[in-house]
């Protein structure tokens, strides 16, 4: 067993209840010095441990004895023949296969802590549930000791229940297994997609409070992430927090200058970056402050106390940033309810990890490669009569990485590092343009405009003329290229193709 933690005085309550105790290796050697009366394995199967352990278990007196039907006097008649003896229950913690990954061990180690064994055993167990106990996790020895002290016996709901967590604990350590040597050897899609994973928390509801949830994270997810930040301050976590967060995160994360994000039911409402955290924050809230209302912020940088009396002024649901200042905590936990997380790592694009994206459907799962749109600007194609200027240039880019993280159809208008107007999530663009020319205002003469996908009209241009605009960056590809080119050189606009979509669905 790797994880011994009780397992010394669940066996001694065992065998108080005159339950007879067989062991292997170290957990024998531990139980015989607590003074317990406990058999080796091998005096059951006849044969020493061998192969440096890898063969201890695998024997017909262990599974006979652990998969003999009790209520089939065949299955009886057979083992007492064959003088096979009956294991009522099976405790098993696997070989800490994870714990080995994540210490970084060569792969030879990580091979050897492949358990063959143990999930043996616990599948055999767990297919025989109505007569066997299988036990997998120390905490469930209470549960257990408890039944058996007030009836002698174990029902068949918890029988199921223990047969249940059993077969969850084997699929997500044979996941582990297969994401490990798949990411080791393979590439492309697997043919069946394991997904490891381990809970961190119960969550209070789901997008709605007549929905129940949970949240989940890969063990092996490297750089940083929300589901391996640490909550400091707050309320618990909803559903909807995390969304929010992870998606301000990923903004965040394309950026290596100072950098605040104000994210609001999964899409931008603000994004700067500047010299400093502070100044970030101020403009990326002033983008759109009404719709900011119960937000959730990035930032990229250490929260010092400056920006946290900053953030205080506002009704904001969570924030999360690589640190925070003492006097900045301080300052923000004076609000209850705000969720204040804490990366312990930086936020910077050095820090991500490239990972499949997953989309959960009706009966089945959509699998994607994440997405790297760092551009070259050297390699940009200028469409349009007039080319855009140095600093048109900059804006562009810092635009292009704005559109790919805004609900499709985006069209964005950015001013040097500063978002000034976002158009996220409708049905067609012109409708996009038109909304991030509203909510920006005047701020929007003299800015630049991003699309995440080509205009199929040229009321997308014109609208963004209306705005002031002075250059565009877009995919192209469009039957209407043309024509959309002819309406930016009529409005004496820049425009570059970037012949690659960032659109997000």
Known sequence: MS??????????????????????????????DSGLDVKEVSQITGFPEMLDGRVKTLHPNVHAGILAKRDDQDHMNK????????????????????????????????????????????RAAAKNYGHVAVITHPGQYNDVLEQLRENGSLDVTLLSRLMAEAFVMTANYDAMIASVMHRQFCHGFPDSLPM???????????????????????????????????????KELSFNNILDLDKSLDIAMDFERPTAVVM???????????????????????????????????????CDVRTAEEIAKYFVEAVIAPDFEGGALETLTKKKNIRLLRTNSPISPSERRRENKIKKI???????????????????????????????????GFAWKLAKHVTSNAVVYVKEERAVGIGAGQMSRVDSAMIARVKGGDGTKGSVM?????????????????????????????????EVIDAADEHNMAMIFTGCRVFRH
């Open 79 to 122: 083992i007492k023949e064959m003088n096979i003896g009956k294991i009522d229950m099976v405790v098993v913690n696997l070989y800490p296969f994870k714990e080995t990954v994540l210490s970084k061990a060569s792969l030879d180690d990580i091979v050897e802590n492949i358990d063959i064994g143990g999930p043996s055993m616990i």
């Open 264 to 302: 609001k039911h999964t899409n931008p409402c603000g994004l700067a970056s500047a010299d400093n955290i502070y100044d970030a924050f101020v403009t990326s809230y002033a983008v759109d402050p009404l719709s900011a209302y119960g937000c959730v912020i990035c930032l990229n940088r250490i």
């Open 196 to 234: 490891p994973s381990e809970k961190v928390m119960d969550l209070r509801y789901g997008e709605n409070p007549n929905q129940k949830a949970a949240f989940y994270r890969d063990p092996f997810t490297s750089g940083t992430t929300v589901a391996r930040s640490e909550q400091l301050h707050g």
């Open 3 to 32: 994880d011994k933690e009780g397992i010394a005085e669940f066996a001694k309550a065992l065998s108080e209840m005159n339950v007879e105790l067989i062991s292997t290796g170290g957990t024998y050697k531990m139980l015989k």
């Open 450 to 482: 991003a699309s995440d996908a080509f205009f199929p009209f040229r009321d997308g241009v014109d609208e963004a003329a209306k705005a002031g605009v002075t250059a565009i960056i877009q995919p192209g590809g469009s039957i209407r290229d043309q």
């Open 362 to 396: 009706y009966g089945g799962l959509l699998v994607q490669t994440d997405e790297d749109i760092v551009i070259d600007t050297t390699t940009l194609k200028v469409v349009t009569k007039r080319a855009p200027s140095e600093d048109e240039l900059k804006a562009l």
